[in-house]
């Protein structure tokens, strides 16, 4: 059964990136508007070009920084002239910090351990992807009072669930995400807006790549093969594979749905190591 979202307008913030486009791109083939929203107009204006090559035209892309609750305003303000209210919002905007990150795995010495750790980076990290999906919520969260089947879609990760050695500052921001797609779910529920999440397990991007592979692109690097031997599937995610996940939590299909975060990691989540 095609599951259909003829009718609705989407936002998916951070959607130049290789994920999110993606999601982006699902969402266009379900038959929903979406709007592109990145902080860098160039490159959202470009992903919208390519789906139009792609024979996806229903797209609108605007330059918009999650993170700035006015430009957020002003481009609601700009989709509510254009298609009217949204209904689907996809918080895809989020990164890591190397302030936030350590090198070791577990400490052996003080050097390079969490000792010397950029507060400024675990700020950083944590007003990207919290702040920078609270302030989209509280926007476009609005326009979805008046929706019949209204749906928020957050970005979780596999480090919220389980923290991840190296990346604290980012472990803690996304199970932040898990926390606040719980709460928001009870505080919407009688007004017919469900929010959920996604947790995607690894998937290859320009932001991990070094951290997975070698300099030759082929060789996993040792954490690299860590993950793999973790994951049941032995395999990294692609981007498609959270598109059927998105679009089912999205339709009216999955009404009765809400506040649930969703694995789609290959089993990483399961797998007790033994």
Known sequence: MKLSLDNQVAVVTGAAGVLCSSLAKSLLECGAKVVLLGRTASKVENLAKKFADEGLTQTLAIGADVLDKQSLINAKKKINDTWG????LVNGAGGNSPGATSPQEVMDSKEGSFFEMDLDGFDQVMKLNYNGTLLPC?????????????????????????PLTKVAGYSSSKAAINNFTQWLAVHFSKKGIRVNAIA???????????????????????????????????????????????????????????????PIDGGFSAYSGV
């Open 85 to 88: 209210a949204v209904s689907i």
């Open 138 to 162: 509280m926007v476009f969260g609005e326009d979805m009072l008046d929706c019949q089947n209204a749906s928020i879609i957050n970005i979780s990760s596999m480090s919220a669930i389980s």
């Open 200 to 262: 995607p397990g690894f998937f290859v991007s320009e932001q991990n790549r070094f951290l997975l592979y070698e300099e030759d692109g082929k060789t996993l690097t040792p954490r690299g093969n860590k993950i793999i031997k973790a994951t049941p599937m032995e395999q990294f995610g692609n981007p498609e594979d959270l598109n059927g996940a998105l679009a089912f939590l999205c339709s009216p299909q999955a009404r009765f749905i809400t506040g649930i975060v969703l």
